[in-house]
């Protein structure tokens, strides 16, 4: 049964961090591009980051470039998102995507497979 689950939300205050992991099962995540999105309540679902299937390229979204990364170890068939200085406006849920081949994209419907979210709330 193929399944993505994705762990390490919370809730954190604002500067705080938090790891995200995404775990694949039921097929080799290595063969996969990953994406990371989030949706927020009334707001429509955003590209975060992405990861090609080799890990040799990312992307990332301008409001979190410099405070995200994503990295993956297909030897685990895990991929984290490494979120630092945390804000209120990503409080979320986030989302792992696979998509198969080795380049990600931002366009969330190229995406396969998904996991069931995480929330990641980010107060005081």
């Known amino acids: 049964q193929v399944q993505l689950v994705e762990s390490g939300g919370g809730l954190v205050q604002p500067g705080g961090s938090l790891r995200l992991s995404c775990a694949a099962s039921?097929?080799?995540?290595?063969?996969?591009?990953i994406g990371w999105f989030r949706q927020a309540p009334g707001k429509e679902r955003e590209g975060v980051s992405h990861?090609?299937?080799?890990?040799?390229?990312?992307d990332y979204t301008n409001s979190v470039k410099g405070r995200f990364t994503i990295s993956r170890d297909n030897a685990k068939n895990t991929v984290y998102l490494q979120m630092n200085s945390l804000k209120p406006e990503d409080t979320a849920v986030y989302y792992c995507?696979?998509?198969?081949?080795?380049?990600?994209?931002?366009?969330?419907?190229?995406?396969?497979?998904w996991g069931q979210g995480t929330q990641v709330t980010v107060s005081s």
């Open positions: 990861i090609s299937s080799s890990g040799g390229s990312t």
């Open positions: 995507a696979a998509k198969e081949g080795n380049s990600a994209r931002w366009r969330w419907e190229l995406y396969d497979y």
């Open positions: 039921g097929f080799t995540l290595a063969n996969y591009a």
